[in-house]
């Protein structure tokens, strides 16, 4: 498949610089969201647990909020 998106300069610039970004985003987000698994199901410290599954709880509810999802 074939996807091609135009850009005016000028006017789309800044949504431009995000769909360059999209990769990296995407991997940024993937594996934040695994080294905070990784601390809420292996680390000893149970305080360290509770903030990672806080923080990864929050992840995803703002990837759902905007509609952003990590699976294929």
Do not use: C, P, S
């Not at 995000?18 to 698994?37: C, I, K, N, P, S």
């Not at 809420?40 to 992840?59: C, F, P, S, T």
């Amino acid at each position: 498949m074939k996807i091609t998106y135009t850009f005016d300069h000028d006017e789309d610039y800044e949504k431009f610089n995000v769909y360059q970004q999209a990769d990296g985003m995407h991997a940024t987000l993937w594996e934040f969201d695994q080294e905070l698994r990784r601390v809420a199901k292996y680390e000893d410290g149970a305080v360290d647990q509770q903030y990672a599954e806080k923080w990864r709880d929050a992840l995803w509810r703002m990837m759902q909020d905007n509609n952003v999802t990590l699976g294929g």
